[in-house]
């Protein structure tokens, strides 16, 4: 009885909890568990990923299986990528929905659909990059570094060990060598390529939904699979530019780009040209054994985290601030 008792009280407690928080609270906190559940679901393949991306000779040469073994030797980075990716998801969904809601309440000739989707995704893909950038060039930098490779310097001094011996430890150091600039080296890209990603994401998952059958709406299956078309038609379009941002985050430390740092278009005719167009393309495939999953996953997560957080339909929530600001005019009549 005692028992049951405490776990009445602990489930009001959470009920309560839940009742108070505001609805942007609860889809920060929604995008966030979604977010980190998602990416670390598929963190051994994203390192992978930025190995094939920026260290083509070196890991491309012994395939996929042979990477995930040498890299197996160290630490796997997941610390760093969760690090980053929980702060991204919660800003990214959380400023989604507000921007969604903001353009409807300002203009509310606009047509929802698809292209007011495209949109708000777009402004918050980037509106999340400009404040977790740092986190991703970290999460970089420590899964560029492969204990034991012999092509691994920063400053032209080879190293047996990795040059940073965490996140912390990367931040300082980035910092130190190039001050805030430092830490946003490779945003440009980033931003060139979040805002149609990110746009188109959001578009695609949407947009899928909407044609799918009121009764299969909840089933995550259908969930799982709109997100999975989503994330790979999204990032198709848009993968140079995550291959030319990953180049240019590890430009300090890659021996074949010791010189002069480059910009973005200074990045993307050099990888073209010493490495052919193909490297601009390196690494997509994985990318999507990675990007399908994780994309689904996330949307999925969200989705179902938002159920059980209890936040209001898109439509009803915009409905719902329109009426009490109505009730918030003073009447003629008074």
């Given at each position: 009885?005692?028992?049951?008792?405490e776990?009445?009280?602990?489930?009001?407690?959470?009920?309560?909890?839940?009742?108070?928080?505001?609805?942007?609270v609860?889809?920060?906190?929604?995008?966030?568990?979604?977010?980190?559940?998602?990416?670390?679901?598929?963190?051994?393949?994203?390192?992978?990923?930025?190995?094939?991306?920026t260290?083509?000779?070196?890991?491309?040469s012994?395939?996929?299986?042979?990477?995930?073994?040498?890299i197996?030797?160290?630490?796997?980075?997941?610390?760093?990528?969760?690090?980053?990716?929980?702060?991204y998801?919660?800003?990214?969904?959380?400023?989604?929905?507000?921007?969604?809601?903001?353009?409807?309440?300002?203009?509310?000739?606009?047509?929802?659909?698809?292209?007011?989707?495209?949109?708000?995704?777009?402004?918050?893909?980037?509106?999340?990059?400009?404040?977790?950038?740092?986190?991703?060039l970290?999460?970089?930098k420590l899964?560029?570094?492969?204990?034991?490779?012999?092509?691994?310097?920063?400053?032209?001094?080879?190293?047996?060990?990795?040059?940073?011996?965490?996140?912390?430890?990367?931040?300082?150091?980035?910092?130190?060598?190039?001050?805030?600039?430092?830490?946003?080296?490779?945003?440009?890209?980033?931003?060139?390529?979040?805002?149609?990603?990110?746009?188109?994401?959001?578009?695609?998952?949407?947009?899928?939904?909407?044609?799918?059958?009121?009764?299969?709406?909840?089933?995550?299956?259908?969930?799982?699979?709109?997100?999975?078309?989503?994330?790979?038609?999204?990032?198709?379009?848009?993968?140079?530019?995550?291959?030319?941002?990953?180049?240019?985050?590890?430009?300090?430390?890659?021996?074949?780009?010791?010189?002069?740092?480059?910009?973005?278009?200074?990045t993307?005719?050099s990888?073209?040209?010493?490495?052919?167009?193909k490297?601009?393309?390196?690494?997509?495939?994985?990318?999507?054994?990675?990007?399908?999953?994780?994309?689904?996953?996330?949307?999925?997560?969200?989705?179902?985290?938002?159920?059980?957080?209890?936040?209001?339909?898109?439509?009803?929530?915009?409905?719902?601030?329109?009426?009490?600001?109505?009730?918030d005019?003073?009447?003629?009549?008074?």
């Open positions: 009885m005692e028992k049951k008792r776990g009445r009280e602990r489930g009001m407690l959470l009920d309560g909890l839940r009742d108070s928080m505001p609805v942007y609860k889809e920060l906190l929604a995008g966030g568990v979604a977010g980190g559940f998602a990416k670390t679901t598929v963190a051994p393949l994203e390192r992978v990923k930025i190995l094939f991306q260290r083509k000779a070196e890991f491309q012994i395939g996929l299986l042979g990477s995930f073994r040498k197996a030797k160290t630490e796997g980075g997941n610390g760093a990528s969760v690090a980053r990716i929980v702060p998801a919660a800003l990214h969904y959380m400023a989604y929905e507000q921007y969604r809601r903001w353009i409807i309440l300002s203009f509310p000739d606009v047509r929802r659909g698809p292209v007011l989707d495209l949109i708000a995704g777009s402004f918050a893909g980037g509106t999340a990059v400009l404040f977790t950038y740092p986190l991703d970290v999460r970089t899964a560029y570094q492969v204990v034991g490779s012999t092509k691994l310097h920063m400053k032209g001094i080879v190293h047996a060990e990795p040059a940073y011996r965490g996140i912390l430890d990367c931040f300082s150091k980035t910092y130190r060598e190039a001050g805030l600039r430092g830490l946003y080296r490779g945003g440009a890209p980033s931003l060139y390529g979040i805002f149609p990603y990110s746009g188109l994401k959001f578009y695609f998952y949407e947009e899928m939904k909407r044609h799918v059958p009121e009764e299969n709406k909840k089933d995550v299956t259908v969930k799982l699979a709109c997100g999975s078309v989503a994330g790979l038609l999204g990032q198709t379009f848009t993968y140079p530019l995550d291959v030319v941002r990953r180049q240019m985050q590890v430009q300090r430390l890659s021996s074949a780009n010791s010189g002069d740092m480059k910009g973005t278009k200074a993307l005719v990888v073209a040209r010493t490495q052919g167009w490297q601009l393309f390196s690494g997509l495939s994985i990318n999507y054994l990675k990007v399908v999953p994780s994309v689904a996953i996330g949307f999925t997560g969200y989705d179902i985290m938002k159920s059980w957080l209890q936040v209001p339909a898109r439509d009803d929530d915009i409905i719902e601030v329109v009426t009490n600001k109505r009730n005019q003073p009447s003629l009549h008074t």
